[in-house]
């Protein structure tokens, strides 16, 4: 069975930085490409990043490009965001999300992240 | 960026009635290796989104065969036959054809 873990949200001054993280299992981790995808409050979806199965190619959204940075560890089955510099508008549930040719299988449960001062 | 829009944005439907969801999209989908990367996904209340409907009318594992999905190009329906109680939520339709990914506004199916 597809497992994803989101983890490392919490509460964050602006400013302030938090690393994010999802543990996958049940699937073969380094032959996907990996997605953060992430949902205000009461709002819709919003991609944020992508990486290559090799962590290779990484892609941002020009929201949060030169603030988030995208990484994988395929020896330990686990994705990483992390997020710096974080705005107000940065408040959301991120979800972490598989992807093969283009097809976002299975999604994470989530993990809040909430900048406020 | 390749922009999606979604008719209705609200959807009130009897039990056992059909519903049907459009999303257009700014431009084609169709990707130079020939495929249109469309998706439909579910997103119940309190839960994550789920894939329903990849590559346009492909239901994912598991999907019961009341949801399908057609189209082409630049139009996309996702239609339910008949509408269950544990259909209630929010339905979005991806583009990954190009980056940036992008999602319509989302449509909310509730129960009359």
């Known amino acids: 069975e597809v497992q994803l873990l989101d983890s490392g949200g919490g509460l964050v001054q602006p400013g302030g930085s938090l690393k994010l993280s999802c543990a996958a299992s049940?699937?073969?981790?380094?032959?996907?490409?990996m997605n953060w995808v992430r949902q205000a409050p009461g709002k819709g979806l919003e991609w944020v990043s992508s990486?290559?199965?090799?962590?290779?190619?990484?892609y941002y959204a020009d929201s949060v490009k030169g603030r988030f940075t995208i990484s994988r560890d395929n020896s330990k089955n686990t994705l990483s965001l992390q997020v710096n510099s974080l705005r107000a508008e940065d408040t959301a549930v991120y979800y972490c999300?598989?992807?093969?040719?283009?097809?976002?299988?299975?999604w994470g449960q989530g993990t809040l992240v909430t900048v406020s001062s | 960026d390749i922009v999606m829009t979604q008719t209705p944005l609200s959807s009130p439907v009897t039990l056992g009635q059909p519903a049907s969801i459009s999303c257009r999209s700014s431009q084609s989908l169709v990707h130079s290796d020939g495929n249109t990367y469309l998706s439909w996904l579910q997103q119940r209340p309190g839960q994550p989104p789920r894939l329903l409907i990849y590559k346009i009318f492909n239901r994912f594992s598991g999907v019961p065969d009341r949801f399908s999905g057609s189209g082409a190009g630049t139009d996309f329906t996702l239609k339910i036959s008949r509408v269950e109680a544990e259909d209630v939520g929010v339905y979005y339709c991806m583009q990954t054809t190009q980056l940036p990914k992008t999602f319509g506004q989302g449509t909310k199916v509730e129960i009359k």
């Open positions: 999300a598989t992807e093969l040719s283009g097809i976002y299988s299975y």
């Open positions: 990486i290559s199965g090799d962590g290779e190619r990484t």
């Open positions: 049940g699937f073969t981790f380094s032959t996907y490409a």
